[in-house]
Nanobody
Framework: QVQLVESGGGLVQAGGSLRLSCAAS????????MGWFRQGPGKEREFVAT????????DYKDSVKGRFTISRDNAKNTVYLQMNSLKPEDTAVYYC????????????WGQGTQVTVSS
């Protein structure tokens, strides 16, 4: 069973930065594509960013491109989301997720960490 634990959320002013971390309890972390998702108040959960197992390829939601960076440290079984130039509309619970398959749904989810951006 894969367990994912997020950390690093908090309250920040608009224009500020936060770095989220997600630690995974897996044997071979590089076997898993990792993703970050978020769910804002009254909204559906949405994709934010993803990274391949090797870290060689990433993809982002259009509205966060140039502001957010996903990265991973396979030696530490951890994926990160560096969030810069935060906006109030980035306020949400952020979740990390993992899957082994090349395509399809993510199989494992963390419990989420709250990010609140004040204006």
């Amino acid at each position: 069973q894969v367990q994912l634990v997020e950390s690093g959320g908090g309250l920040v002013q608009a224009g500020g930065s936060l770095r989220l971390s997600c630690a995974a309890s897996v044997r071979v972390f590089s076997d898993y594509r990792m993703g970050w998702f978020r769910q804002g108040p009254g909204k559906e959960r949405e994709f934010v960013a993803t990274i391949t197992g090797s870290g060689g390829s990433t993809d982002y939601k259009d509205s966060v491109k140039g502001r957010f960076t996903i990265s991973r440290d396979n030696a530490k079984n951890t994926v990160y989301l560096q969030m810069n130039s935060l906006k109030p509309e980035d306020t949400a619970v952020y979740y990390c997720a993992a899957r082994k398959r090349v395509r399809g749904e993510y199989d494992y989810w963390g419990q989420g960490t709250q990010v609140t951006v004040s204006s």
